[in-house]
């Protein structure tokens, strides 16, 4: 029984609705129209439930690391002119994209510890969210996280193909720590991490990330940027 409960992660309370629909609505199916539905109907509510998980992170705590704030695929890095809604007063800075797919955990959470001095939505469209012009045009948040020092980092959630809606569990003015649960944005999606101008990421394209595990940049190492094969 200890290992199935650390196996399963509870649901997230932003999916009790989605699953209890998707549960009346197989019920509905095996009642009013025809089992096979029905178990069509039993798969599409498990794996609803999969999509709302909610699992506990070990957050690595040392000063000066920047963790990624969502599960998922790095799908690219590279450096750009940080967009309005970061308020990063249009920095260049290297920014790393996490791409999530749907079978990805959607809770976003906090890089860095620190303050959040601002926060910024934008309605937009819902391109595919791999799409280097969804960070211009789709649905988005914005944050500006200022740590103890000043540093501050960006961070961006971008709404997906799928997705129609950003939830935000913070709100401007908010103390965070590391790895601390700031949003989850709806069935697939990205999210931007602009780094402070001078700092190369920990990372590399394709590799897997998990959000408040792993480590995305060092600000206290002069460590280049990682070389990384596919093997």
């Not at 906090?110 to 280097?132: C, H, Q, T, W």
């Amino acid at each position: 029984m200890d290992t199935i409960r650390s196996t399963l992660a509870p649901v997230h309370r932003e999916g009790y609705r989605f699953v209890a629909i998707f549960a009346i609505v197989t019920l509905a199916l095996f009642v009013f129209v025809a089992d096979w539905l029905g178990w069509i109907g039993v798969v599409l509510t498990i794996w609803c439930a999969y999509f709302f998980r909610d699992p506990d992170r070990v957050t690595p705590l040392r000063e000066g690391l920047v963790i990624s704030p969502a599960d998922g695929r790095v799908s690219a890095i590279e450096e750009v002119v940080s967009p309005p809604e970061t308020g990063l007063d249009g920095e260049r800075r290297v920014r790393v994209s996490i791409f999530m797919n749907v079978f990805d955990v959607h809770v976003n959470r906090s890089p860095v510890a620190g303050r959040i001095a601002a926060m910024s939505y934008i309605p937009g469209k819902f391109l595919n969210a791999e799409l280097d012009k969804a960070s211009d045009e789709n649905e988005r948040q914005g944050f500006r996280i200022e740590m103890a020092d000043g540093t501050a980092i960006g961070m961006v959630q971008i709404a997906g193909l799928v997705a129609r809606r950003i939830v935000r569990f913070a709100k401007e003015g908010d103390r965070v720590g590391p790895g601390e649960r700031v949003g989850m944005i709806r069935f697939g999606s990205r999210v931007d991490v602009y780094l402070p101008s001078g700092h190369n990421p920990l990372v590399a394209i394709g590799q897997r990330a998990i959000a408040g595990e792993t480590v995305l940049a060092d600000l206290a190492s002069d460590e280049p940027e990682r070389e990384a094969r596919l093997g």
